[in-house]
C-alpha cells in the first residue's frame, strides 16, 4: 500500500508531539474542536505561558485555569500553587470545581525559588498541575520546565506577573485573559456570571485564537453575540 | 547469694512532679484535681495538703473549706506512667533490672549491687538522695523478697531488712504490707488480726477457706516461697550511627559515601523495628576540632535511603570539611512507627496520600522553609479572614465542606486596603470609587451582605460588604465598616477581587 508523503508527514508529527509530552484532553473549553489545538483539544502535560500584564487580570487568570484545572482534572487531584507574593484566596477556587483542601499553595520568599520549585515540582507525577506565578523567565528556564513536564506529563501553567520584556519561551502556548463586563441572560441587576476574553497568542502546532467566554453552572460557554464586537475591538487595535 | 530487691516508694509523685517547674507550690499546701461522678475529687496531694488533712478521695469543695488558701490543678492523666517509666530508666544505674510498680513506685533487683556503693546502707541512702536531688520525696525499702520490700518502705520504720531477716520483718508488719484487697485487709483487721505476726501461725487451710487463694499466694511471695519475674523497663537505644575514618574525608563523594553507609545502617535498624524517621541531623567532626552539621526533616516518616539520601543532598553545599573531617555521626532525633506499605502494581492514583507527594513536599520544604507550604481546610468561622484555617498534615481532611453559596473573591487583600467612595445613603452601592490612583466608575452591583464580628472573638464594627463591577469589566469586593454615623465618618475598604 502506498502512503502518502503528507500521511507520512502527518504521523511523524504526532509522534514528535507525544514524546514532548502532549495529551489530548478531553472536555469541553474555548476553542475545542478547532484548529487552534493540535487534535483538536487542549493540550495537558506542557506547559503554558499566561500573561497578566495589569494586576487586575490576575483574577480572571486564576479564574481561567481553575476552570481549566477541574475539567482536566478527576476530583482528587492535587495542585501545587507556588507563588512569591500570594493574595489567591483558597475558599473561592470552589465555585470553579475545584477541591480547595487539594491544592497545596508554597508561598516562597525569594522570586528565584519560585522557578526552582516549579521544576522540581513538574517533575512529580503525584501532582496533577503546577501553577507558578512567575515574573521574569528566559528562554533556558522554560527550556527547563518543558523537559520536566517531559518525563512526568504534568501540567504546568505560568502566570507572567508584569513581565518587564516578553520574549520567546519555550512554552507551548502563551494566552491572555482580561475580564469583561459580567452577563447575565435575563437582564436582572446586579453582577452576572464572569465573562473573559480569552486570547490564544501563540500555540505550538495550532493557531492563534480569540474567544469571549462566560464561566456558568461550572462550565466554559462561548458567547457567540460578542465575538463579533470583540474582533472588531482587535482589529482596531 | 540470696536474692536482694529495693522497692523505691513515690509519696508525693504527682505533686512533686507538678511542682518541679512551679517552685512556688514546694511550701505550700496543693491539690490535684479530676472530675468523678459530677464532682471534683482530690487524686493527689502535697505534704503539707495531707498535714492540714487532706486526703486523696475528698471532695474539693470540703478541701478548700479546710485550708482557705488551697492551691489546685488539673490532674493529667496518661503521664504518670510514662513518667514512673522515665524514672525506672534514670534508676537504671543502680542496678540493670529496674521494674515499673504503678501506681505510685519501682521495683528494683539489686542483688549483688549494693557492695559497688560501699554496703546497703549507702547504697538505699544512694538511691534516696539521688532521687530527692531530682525533686522526688522517697522512702526506699530493702529486703529478700519484693513484696517485703514494697511492705517495709511504706510501712515499716526501718526500711533496710538485712539478710537472714525477711521473716523477722515480715512478722512485725501490718496486714496492709501484704498488698491485699480491700475487702481482705478489712476482715483481718475486723478479726483483731493487725499484724503479720498474729495470724502466720494459723495452719494454711482455715487461712485458704477464710480468706482465699489469692491471700496465701500473697503470703507465699512475701515469704520468698513463690516469685513473680520482673519486667524490666529496657531503655531505646538512640538511634545514632558513627563511622571513623581512617583518613580525614575532604571531598564531596567521600562524604556521600560515608553518608549512604550511615543511612544503610539506620535504615535497616528502622526497618527491623518498624520505625520511620522524621527529623535527622548528619553531624561531621572536624580534625581541626570543630564540628559541623546538617539537619533534615520530613513530612512523614520514612526510611526510604534515597530520598534521605537526598534532602540530605541540597544541604551539602553548607557542609564545609576545612582540613578533613574525621568522624561522622548520623543521628535521629525523632523517629515515629511506620507500617510499611503494600507495593502498589500499578500506582497512578496520585491524591494526598501519594508518597511521592510527600516526598516532593519534603524537597521543598527543605529548601523554602517548611512552614511555607500550606494547605487549607474550611474553618466554621463567617468573618472571611477566619473561613480558612491550616491543615496540620497532607492527610487531614475537611471536616465540613467548603461554603459556595455566598461570593468570595478570588484574590483577597490582607489587609484590606483604604479607599474613596462615592456613595447614596442609606445602604446603596458605591457610585464611584478611588483604588490605587484611579477612578473606577461603578455600573453594576450587588449587596450588602453584613458580616457580623464575631463578638466573642474580638471587639469591633461590623462590615456591609458589596460586589461591585466598574466599567472596564473588573469585578471588586469592597466593604464599609459600621454604620453611617454623625459622630464618625464611613469608611470603605477594598478587600478582594473577583475572576
Redesign the interface.
Given at each position: 500500500m502506498q502512503v502518502s508523503t503528507a500521511d507520512r508527514i502527518k504521523d511523524l508529527r504526532a509522534h514528535i508531539m507525544r514524546l514532548e509530552g502532549f495529551r489530548p484532553a478531553s472536555g469541553s473549553w474555548p476553542g475545542t474542536g478547532t484548529s487552534s489545538f493540535p487534535w483538536q483539544s487542549f493540550p495537558v502535560g506542557a506547559v503554558h505561558e499566561l500573561l497578566c500584564s495589569e494586576m487586575?487580570d490576575?483574577?480572571?487568570t486564576?479564574?481561567?485555569i481553575?476552570g481549566l484545572l477541574s475539567h482536566l482534572n478527576?476530583n482528587?487531584?492535587?495542585i501545587l500553587w507556588i507563588s512569591a507574593s500570594r493574595?489567591?484566596?483558597?475558599?473561592?477556587?470552589?465555585?470553579?470545581g475545584l477541591?480547595?483542601?487539594?491544592?497545596?499553595?508554597?508561598?516562597?520568599?525569594r522570586e528565584r525559588?519560585v522557578a526552582?520549585?516549579m521544576e522540581?515540582?513538574l517533575k512529580?507525577?503525584?501532582?496533577?498541575a503546577v501553577v507558578g506565578e512567575i515574573r521574569d523567565l528566559d528562554f533556558t528556564a522554560s527550556r527547563r520546565l518543558q523537559l520536566a513536564v517531559e518525563k512526568s506529563c504534568v501540567t504546568g501553567f505560568v502566570i507572567r506577573k508584569n513581565p518587564r520584556t516578553i520574549t520567546t519561551t519555550a512554552c507551548v502556548s502563551r494566552w491572555r485573559i482580561?475580564?469583561?463586563?459580567?452577563a447575565s441572560d435575563d437582564q436582572l441587576?446586579?453582577?452576572?456570571f464572569?465573562?473573559?476574553k480569552v486570547e490564544l497568542l501563540k500555540m505550538r502546532n495550532g493557531q492563534p485564537g480569540c474567544w469571549i467566554v462566560r464561566?456558568m453552572n461550572e462550565q466554559f460557554i462561548e458567547e457567540r453575540s460578542h465575538v463579533a464586537a470583540a474582533l472588531g475591538e482587535r482589529k482596531a487595535v | 547469694m540470696a536474692a536482694r530487691y529495693v522497692s523505691i516508694w513515690f509519696r508525693y509523685l504527682k505533686t512533686d512532679w507538678c511542682s518541679l517547674d512551679r517552685p512556688h507550690l514546694k511550701t505550700v499546701p496543693f491539690v490535684l484535681r479530676a472530675p468523678s461522678h459530677g464532682r471534683m475529687v482530690i487524686v493527689a496531694t502535697n505534704e503539707y495538703a495531707r498535714a492540714k488533712g487532706i486526703r486523696i478521695g475528698d471532695v474539693l469543695a470540703d478541701a478548700r473549706a479546710l485550708v482557705p488558701g488551697l492551691e489546685v490543678l488539673d490532674d493529667v492523666p496518661g503521664v504518670w506512667d510514662k513518667l514512673l517509666r522515665r524514672l525506672a530508666e534514670w534508676c537504671i544505674r543502680f542496678t540493670p533490672i529496674v521494674a515499673v510498680d504503678p501506681p505510685d513506685g519501682l521495683l528494683l533487683d539489686a542483688t549483688g549491687c549494693a557492695h559497688l556503693w560501699g554496703g546497703e546502707g549507702q547504697y538505699l541512702a544512694a538511691i534516696q538522695n539521688g532521687l530527692l536531688n531530682k525533686g522526688y520525696d522517697v522512702r526506699v525499702g530493702m529486703a529478700e523478697t519484693p513484696l517485703v520490700a514494697w511492705g517495709v518502705a511504706r510501712y515499716a520504720v526501718s526500711t533496710l531488712v538485712p539478710a537472714g531477716q525477711n521473716t523477722e520483718a515480715l512478722l512485725a508488719l501490718p496486714v496492709e504490707a501484704l498488698r491485699l484487697e480491700f475487702e481482705i485487709a478489712d476482715r483481718l483487721r475486723r478479726l483483731g488480726l493487725h499484724k503479720v505476726r498474729q495470724f502466720i501461725s494459723i495452719p494454711r487451710p482455715s487461712l485458704r477457706r477464710r480468706f482465699g487463694t489469692e491471700f496465701l499466694r500473697q503470703l507465699d511471695l512475701a515469704l520468698g516461697r513463690e516469685s513473680v519475674p520482673l519486667e524490666p523497663v529496657i531503655p531505646i537505644e538512640p538511634y545514632r550511627e558513627q563511622l571513623p575514618c581512617l583518613e580525614p574525608v575532604l571531598t564531596l563523594p567521600g562524604i556521600e559515601i560515608v553518608l549512604r553507609e550511615l543511612l544503610d545502617r539506620l535504615c535497616t535498624r528502622l526497618e527491623k523495628e518498624q520505625k520511620g524517621l522524621r527529623t535527622a541531623v548528619f553531624k561531621g567532626y572536624r580534625v581541626d576540632g570543630k564540628w559541623v552539621q546538617i539537619e533534615i526533616a520530613t513530612s512523614m516518616a520514612t526510611r526510604n535511603r534515597d530520598h534521605v539520601f537526598n534532602l540530605f543532598a541540597l544541604r551539602f553545599s553548607s557542609l564545609e570539611p576545612g582540613m578533613g573531617i574525621e568522624l561522622f555521626i548520623l543521628e535521629a532525633p525523632k523517629v515515629e512507627p511506620y507500617a510499611p506499605q503494600q507495593e502498589k502494581m500499578w500506582d497512578s492514583s496520585g491524591g494526598l496520600d501519594d508518597v511521592r507527594l510527600a516526598e516532593l513536599i519534603d524537597r521543598l520544604g527543605n529548601r523554602v522553609g517548611a512552614s511555607r507550604i500550606r494547605r487549607y481546610l474550611p474553618d466554621e468561622h463567617h468573618w472571611p479572614e477566619r473561613s480558612i484555617k491550616l491543615a496540620t498534615s497532607l492527610q487531614e481532611k475537611p471536616m465540613t465542606t467548603w461554603p459556595s453559596d455566598k461570593p468570595r473573591p478570588l484574590q483577597l487583600l490582607d489587609p484590606p486596603e483604604r479607599i474613596e467612595v462615592t456613595a447614596p445613603i442609606p445602604d446603596y452601592p458605591p457610585m464611584l470609587f478611588r483604588y490605587s490612583g484611579k477612578l473606577h466608575q461603578v455600573t453594576r452591583a450587588d449587596g450588602p451582605e453584613r458580616i457580623e464580628r464575631e463578638w466573642w472573638i474580638e471587639k469591633g464594627r461590623h462590615r456591609d460588604y458589596y460586589c461591585v463591577e466598574d466599567e472596564d469589566g473588573h469585578r471588586y469586593w469592597l466593604f464599609r465598616l459600621g454604620h453611617y454615623d454623625d459622630e464618625q465618618s464611613s469608611e470603605w475598604f477594598m478587600h478582594g477581587f473577583f475572576a
Open positions: 487586575t490576575l483574577s480572571p486564576a479564574g481561567f481553575a478527576g482528587k487531584d492535587v493574595n489567591l484566596f483558597p475558599s473561592a477556587l470552589a465555585p470553579f477541591r480547595p483542601d487539594c491544592v497545596i499553595f508554597l508561598d516562597a520568599v525559588d526552582w520549585a522540581e515540582a512529580c507525577p503525584a501532582l496533577s482580561t475580564s469583561l463586563p459580567s441587576p446586579g453582577l452576572g464572569p465573562v473573559w464561566w | -
